[in-house]
């Protein structure tokens, strides 16, 4: 799957988002997407220009990094967005900015992506994937433990607007 296909049904009479490469112009729609997810936890700031500049240009900042990200749009809204670029050691990669809207959770969105983006890692040539994710993302933690990524017992403090302490997970990837 290359994540571009045509939107097959979804659930509720609803079409499955399409997932394309993600686009410069795609900035609005993530910033709201993604301020709309922080809000959903107490202390969670969105601070895009101070500490996540890269949603103003997300395909160039990704490609900066030798990296790639999509979006999943629904009735031309951004609901859904990954991305993946080399991690600090070989043949690993880091998943990075994962996030779901609310309309369209708990659907298999957040495994399409994370499925998507072990695929460019595998075709590169990974064999490991890690990612962090802030501790209080809970569900995004049921996600990644679903789909075998397991965490770690170290932790890292962001010293970030949102106070945010992340969690460390792993996976190795299967051919």
Do not use: N
């Not at 460019?120 to 490991?128: I, N, P």
């Not at 990612?131 to 990524?149: C, I, K, P, V």
């Amino acid at each position: 799957m290359t994540g571009t296909e045509p939107a097959a049904a979804g659930g509720a009479g609803q079409a499955e988002p399409l997932v394309r490469p993600a686009c410069d112009d795609d900035a609005d729609g993530l910033i709201a997407l993604i301020g709309a997810c922080f809000a959903d936890y107490p202390g969670c700031v969105l601070d895009v220009d101070g500490e996540m500049p890269h949603l103003r240009a997300i395909a160039t900042a990704f490609a900066r990094r030798r990296g790639r990200a999509w979006v999943a749009e629904s009735d031309g809204m951004v609901v859904g967005v990954v991305g993946v670029r080399p991690a600090g050691e070989p043949r690993t990669m880091e998943l990075m900015t994962l996030y779901v809207g609310h309309a369209v959770r708990r659907r298999g969105l957040g495994a399409r992506l994370v499925g998507l983006a072990e695929a460019e890692s595998r075709q590169r040539g990974a064999v490991r994937m890690e990612l962090w994710s802030d501790t209080r993302f809970t569900e995004a933690h049921r996600l990644y433990e679903g789909l075998g990524y397991r965490r770690l017992p170290e932790t890292r403090a962001l010293h970030d607007l949102s106070d945010t302490v992340e969690f460390h997970f792993v996976k190795a990837l299967g051919a």
